[in-house]
Each structure stands twice: as structure tokens, then as C-alpha cells.
């Protein structure tokens, strides 16, 4: 049984930083790729950002391209997203999501496998 739980979630200031962890069990999961969503109050999901099974193909939304890094450690099955600059616009829920396929995506309807969120206030 797939589980995924994301941690790390919490407040920050505009600017400043914090790192989420998404820790699977379940799955061999040096053969999934793994996805990061988010989903603001009120509005849909959205997608943050995309690794490749081997770390070797990375996909940014532009929202966050240049603040965020998607990174990941099969060895501890462990997947990451440092942000940094954050501002009040990250505030949101976030997910992460994986997939064995051999592409990246950005669609959630291609990911079956979903964690239950860790929330993320940005805030003065």
C-alpha cells in the first residue's frame, strides 16, 4: 500500500525559507517519479514542481522557478522542496504525488498516489 506524508509545512515570513520532506513507504520508490501540488484556499490544485525516478529530468511552475528546488534521496525514499523567497502568494496546502511513467507531468490526473498535505503560511 502506497503512503506518502509530507512534513515541514509551516510559518514563514516573506522571504524567507522552509524545507518540505514527502517520506514514502510502499513503493519501490527509486522507480517514481515525484510530484509537488499545492492548493491555496479557494482555488484549484495546482502544480509546483516535478523529478524524474533518478533526479535526472526537473520541471518548475514559473511561479516558483528560481525560489524552489526539487530534490529527492532514494536511498532514505525520501522526496524534498526548499523554498526560499518565499512570499504571501505561497501560502497554501501542500501535496506531493507520485507516478512510474516515463515522463514528467504537471497534470494531477496523472498522479493516483497522493499524500495528505502539509500547510504552508507565508505571512508578516
Known amino acids: 500500500q502506497v503512503q506518502l506524508v509530507e512534513s515541514g509545512g509551516g510559518w514563514a515570513q516573506p522571504g524567507g525559507s522552509l524545507r518540505l520532506s514527502c517520506a514514502a513507504s510502499?513503493?519501490?520508490?527509486?522507480?517514481?517519479?515525484i510530484a509537488w501540488f499545492r492548493q491555496a484556499a479557494g482555488k484549484e490544485r495546482e502544480f509546483v514542481a516535478t523529478i524524474f525516478w533518478n533526479g535526472n529530468l526537473i520541471d518548475y511552475a514559473d511561479s516558483v522557478r528560481g525560489r524552489f528546488t526539487i530534490s529527492r534521496d532514494n536511498g532514505q525514499s525520501i522526496a524534498y522542496l526548499q523554498m526560499n523567497r518565499l512570499k504571501p502568494e505561497d501560502t497554501a496546502v501542500y501535496y506531493c504525488a507520485c507516478r512510474r511513467d516515463p515522463r514528467l507531468s504537471r497534470h494531477q490526473r496523472d498522479y493516483a498516489d497522493w499524500g495528505r498535505g502539509t500547510q504552508v503560511t507565508v505571512s508578516s
Open positions: 510502499g513503493i519501490h520508490f527509486d522507480l517514481y517519479n
